[in-house]
């Protein structure tokens, strides 16, 4: 029996495209102010590229960005390692969450919770910038369990502070080799959300493609 559904954060219940687009572009006017602006957006774009949606480290695009254009590596360094925090003012919600998590909270007994990836302060100052902490009975960076998503002990411990058990949780969230790998090694439920990207998927994976399809989904099936 369902009794609990965990949240991953970025692309999942916030749209991360315009604060990484942003916070990108100041470092791109800093270095780049010779140049015109479709050669900017260009470098904008492939900073985007090589960050994967925030899943790995930005130590390549750092690399990468001072090779390609003869940049002081320290230097860039230093406007890499506050980027997250300087984002974080510029965090917007999936247009759907709002709607999804008064559904949850008001026709459902289920226990809600976020599990996210990164760095400690960005992250739950990025929540509290889109004021939907009251919510949820647990928030966790995961590097505050002692592991990082996919680790299966990461997802364990979530389900541990609610009171649940990992089989009776769902667990919603935007990148397979993070969450719902984590999620299913953990023997939790899981949910593929596929927005804005539209990758292909194997057919036995449960997917939506708008976080408020999840309403529907958990209307009609058995969990």
Do not use: W
């Not at 996919?150 to 979530?158: I, N, S, T």
């Amino acid at each position: 029996m369902l009794k609990a559904i965990i949240f991953d954060f970025d692309y999942t219940l916030s749209d991360r495209s315009f604060s990484i687009y942003n916070g990108f572009r100041s470092i791109v006017l800093k270095y780049f102010s010779d140049l015109d602006p479709m050669h900017q957006e260009a470098v904008i774009q492939r900073m985007l590229y090589l960050d994967e949606e925030g899943t790995i480290s930005r130590d390549h695009i750092i690399d990468f960005i001072a090779s390609k254009y003869d940049i002081d590596k320290n230097a860039l360094k230093e406007d890499f390692k506050d980027l997250s925090l300087k984002m974080a003012k510029d965090t917007a919600l999936d247009e759907d969450a709002l709607i999804v998590l008064d559904y949850l909270r008001n026709n459902t007994d289920y226990k809600l919770a976020i599990l996210t990836n990164g760095i400690i302060e960005s992250q739950r100052l990025k929540i509290k910038t889109v004021g939907i902490e009251s919510y949820f009975e647990k928030i966790v960076v995961s590097i505050e369990s002692g592991y990082n998503k996919p680790d299966k002990r990461a997802f364990e411990y979530v389900a541990k502070e609610l009171g649940v058990t990992p089989c009776e949780c769902l667990f919603v969230g935007d990148v397979m080799f993070n969450d719902l790998l984590g999620a299913y090694d953990a023997g939790m439920k899981y949910l593929l959300l596929n927005n804005h990207r539209k990758h292909y998927y194997a057919s036995f994976i449960p997917k939506i493609e708008h976080l408020r399809e999840l309403i529907d989904y958990l209307r009609r099936t058995d969990l």
